[in-house]
């Protein structure tokens, strides 16, 4: 307890004298470990440039071991848990609004500053933002890399639409005091600020690939709270295919499209794969007999998402149509609509595994069924087979006057007891009164 004290002590002592604030997370390696890592992981660049000194170097470990503890704590499992297939009740960016409503009341509670972006926002502030977040919520490791970037994104442009909001209404925001809120009217009347800012406005209006400007019709609800529940509604353990939420997102009351590019997507998708799923009396049954019975056991959805990933690539390397969605799977080693397409990919694999281990288990059970029906009738052959030879030698039997065998005695043969009683002398029984055997019979008619 005293060593604790003293190095408390010490630290405060430091941070007075040298004037700098240690930010949580903080390490003293300056090595980037990519665009999205979470402060505390090995290689961060979180927090300010610290002097080259002994005591900084401790102090930046100090607290990237206190947020490591915090991410491994276990006490972490008692939070809510967040996964992006919302398993066992879990919550997720997006489609639970409680999850964005904490990270803006987190930033709205802690921004001290005329800050008019994430960009300005010291680092120092960002990572108590996000130590926050890590003592509130609970997620896997492998998530870890994930959380961060949409807590990051989420973050991010939640600040840049509220101020942006209050701006154009002329209205200070209630997290920003009033000295700050002078300094930001004053950099937003500059004329670099002007300029960009119109640049921005007019860069959204603008017509993509000839056709009309990108719009739908989901307003501000999240695209993925907006599968999530078709997904509810219809009753199935699986989202709903991308045509689908496109029509929803981008349809109108009355069933028209409000953007010409999502209708031909649309419309285009949905003419390919009912071309590839024809019967066979269609006029394409017969070129592609092979490609439609192997389509055929792959469930439609699948193959929607496929010819809509074909059909949908930007040229950033992102998916036209459905919004957040195509966050979901996304992983920052590759682009937007690669990480979709190899998603797809495995799925229409796991599909075809599966409809091959069908149709194996459907052949093993016919298998089954024609083995058992073949063995009764062999039974039932090798009963009319021995009835015959029994009928056949009663009657040679009866010609030269020797006593007939019996049916059960051919059919069933005596089992080991009996077999032993027969042998017992004190169980014989008078020699005139046992039936011939096969050898005597055949004595009495070739020696006679």
């Known amino acids: 307890m005293c060593l604790a004290i003293i190095f408390i002590v010490l630290k405060l002592c430091f941070v007075v004298l040298t004037g700098h ?7 003293g390696s300056r090595i980037s470990s990519g665009p999205h890592s979470p402060p505390g992981a090995v290689g961060s660049t979180s927090g300010p440039a610290m002097p080259a000194s002994a005591a900084s170097s401790g102090a930046n470990n100090y607290n990237r071991m206190t947020l490591d503890a915090l991410l491994n704590a276990p006490s972490r ?4 848990h967040l996964h992006p297939r919302k398993l066992n009740g879990a919550l997720w960016f997006g ?3 409680s999850v964005h409503k904490f990270i803006r009341t987190t930033w709205q509670a802690y921004y001290m500053g005329p800050w008019s972006s ?4 010291p680092q120092e502030r960002k990572d108590k933002w996000w130590q926050t977040f890590v003592q509130n919520y ?3 490791n492998r998530f870890k890399s994930e959380v961060y970037r949409l807590w990051k994104l989420h973050t991010q442009t939640t600040i840049c639409q509220k101020i942006s909001k209050k701006k ?3 209205q200070k925001p209630n997290f920003i005091s009033e000295s700050d809120w002078t300094t930001l009217l004053e950099f937003f009347s500059t004329e670099p600020a002007r300029k960009r800012s119109k ?6 209006m603008t017509p993509q690939c000839e056709k009309r400007v990108h719009k739908h019709c989901a307003g501000p609800q999240n695209f993925l709270k907006i599968e999530y529940d078709m997904m509810v509604e219809s009753g199935l353990d699986e989202p709903p295919p991308y045509t689908d939420l496109v029509r929803k997102t981008h349809t109108r009351l009355d069933g028209t499209f409000v953007d010409g590019r999502s209708e031909s997507l649309v419309l285009e998708v949905e003419e390919a794969v009912a071309e590839m799923t024809a019967d066979d009396g269609s006029p394409h049954s017969d070129s592609q007999g092979t490609s439609t019975a192997a389509t055929s056991a792959i469930p439609t959805r699948i193959l929607l998402n496929q010819e809509f990933l074909k ?4 040229k950033r390397g992102r998916v036209y149509g459905i919004g957040s969605v195509q966050l979901r799977d996304f992983t920052s080693t590759d682009t937007v609509h690669e990480s979709h397409t190899h998603t797809v990919d495995m799925d229409m694999r796991i599909s075809g595994l599966e409809a091959n281990s069908k149709a194996v288990n459907s052949n093993v059970e016919t298998l089954k069924e024609d083995v058992l029906a073949m063995r009764g009738e062999f039974k039932e052959e090798l009963a009319t087979i021995k009835n015959e030879m029994v009928a056949v030698l009663n009657a040679f039997l009866q010609k030269v006057g020797t006593t007939p065998l019996s049916t059960t005695a051919v059919d069933a043969s005596p089992p080991p007891a009996a077999a032993a009683a027969s042998t017992n002398p004190a169980n014989t029984t008078n020699p005139s009164q046992q039936q011939p055997t096969l050898d005597e019979m055949c004595a009495s008619l070739l020696g006679d």
């Open 21 to 27: 604030v240690i930010p949580p997370g903080a390490v």
């Open 77 to 80: 499992e008692l939070q809510p």
């Open 95 to 97: 489609v639970d609004p």
């Open 118 to 121: 994430w960009k300005f926002v």
């Open 138 to 140: 609970y997620w896997e």
């Open 168 to 170: 154009r209404l002329n």
């Open 199 to 204: 640049s921005a406005a007019s860069s959204c």
């Open 311 to 314: 059909r949908s690539k930007t």
